[in-house]
């Protein structure tokens, strides 16, 4: 098990409310995830903010674009001092390639770089609808093989998936996996509950957790918990 497997994600409209729940949680039990509309909210002040609190913060941006342009914003990113962000593979060979070949450049501690393959909103009739003639797992494992020959560090999937990413990839290969619900925590409106140490077992380096932690009454409390049961 990798040292701090918990991502939390920070789903939160502001930079004040992302900065008071941070405030109840400690960088010794997890990371942090920044996504869209919180990074849109409270821009790159917000991401420097957590990283001198102590805390590895993973810029979920999913960035696609033509390749000078990706370089160039995980060249941004990496400057920020961030410990993870991603791409989207369907950029291409060359889009990743850019991205990794910036990154090798930055001085200190360089950023994972990992690539999403295909967005779990999707099904087969999504992908047939955009000229994706294969199924979605036929997709996602050609796009994380492709995601590794390009010298990417891993790729974000769902715990369906990891099984078979585990057994074509090799196993320093990072999977990031969202969607997780410890067994006491009602599913709200996901469709396949995955609890974290399922998530572990099947093959995940990386549990990304939001609800459950974010809305529970002791966040800190239950961020505990779902740390001691996975080491124990």
């Given at each position: ?84 962000l991603n791409l989207h593979a369907g950029g291409g060979a060359t889009m990743m ?132 049961n996975l080491e124990a």
């Amino acid at each position: 098990m990798h040292e701090r497997p918990v991502i939390v994600a920070l789903d939160f409209p502001d930079a004040s409310s992302a900065l008071e729940f941070a405030a109840r949680l400690e960088p010794s039990l997890c990371r942090l995830k920044v996504g869209f509309e919180l990074f849109v909210a409270a821009g790159p002040a917000l991401v420097e903010q957590l990283v001198n609190r102590g805390f590895d913060v993973f810029l979920d941006l999913k960035f696609h674009d033509i390749p000078n342009t990706v370089a160039a914003a995980c060249r941004a990113a990496a400057g920020l001092g961030v410990w993870m962000l991603n791409l989207h593979a369907g950029g291409g060979a060359t889009m990743m390639q850019a991205a990794r070949e910036a990154l090798d450049t930055v001085g200190g501690r360089r950023p994972l770089l990992i690539a999403v393959t295909v967005l779990t909103s999707m099904d087969d009739a999504d992908l047939n609808s955009v000229g994706v003639e294969v199924g979605a797992r036929e997709q996602v494992l050609r796009l994380a093989r492709l995601t590794h020959e390009c010298g990417l560090d891993g790729v974000v999937c769902s715990a369906a998936e990891a099984p078979d990413l585990r057994v074509v990839l090799p196993q320093d290969f990072v999977l990031v996996t969202p969607g997780i619900r410890p067994a006491d925590v009602d599913a709200g409106d996901q469709k396949r509950v995955v609890t974290p140490n399922e998530a572990l077992r099947i093959g995940a380096d990386y549990l990304v957790i939001g609800r459950p932690i974010t809305r529970a009454a002791d966040p800190l409390g239950r961020l505990q918990a779902i740390v001691s049961n996975l080491e124990a």
